[in-house]
Nanobody, 122 residues
Framework: QVQLVESGGGLVQAGASLRLSCAAS????????MGWFRQAPGKEREFVAA????????VYADSVKGRFTISRDNAKNTVYLQMNSLKPEDTAVYYC???????????????WGQGTQVTVSS
């Protein structure tokens, strides 16, 4: 069974940068797509970004295009989310997810981490 552990969240001012990490255990990481989602208070969880197992396919939500970059290191079983030019509306709990492919990353099934809080002050 895969376990995912996010880290790197924190409190920053608008315009700052943060890099989130998600460390995975289990042998399926290197052959699975990975994604980041976020959930703000009172809102539904929303898709942020996804990356294929090779790193060759990247998908981003329109709200983060040009500001966030997803990447992965299969040797370290870790996926990253570099977040630049942060805005107060980026405030949320950020979750990583493992899924068979980027095409299924938004589907109900998959493995989730416990989340890491990102707070952006204005």
């Amino acid at each position: 069974q895969v376990q995912l552990v996010e880290s790197g969240g924190g409190l920053v001012q608008a315009g700052a940068s943060l890099r989130l990490s998600c460390a995975a255990s289990g042998r399926t990481f290197s052959t699975s797509a990975m994604g980041w989602f976020r959930q703000a208070p009172g809102k539904e969880r929303e898709f942020v970004a996804a990356i294929s197992w090779t790193g060759g396919t990247l998908v981003y939500a329109d709200s983060v295009k040009g500001r966030f970059t997803i990447s992965r290191d299969n040797a370290k079983n870790t996926v990253y989310l570099q977040m630049n030019s942060l805005k107060p509306e980026d405030t949320a709990v950020y979750y990583c997810k493992l899924s068979p492919s980027t095409a299924t990353i938004r589907d109900a099934f998959g493995s989730w981490g416990q989340g890491t809080q990102v707070t952006v002050s204005s």
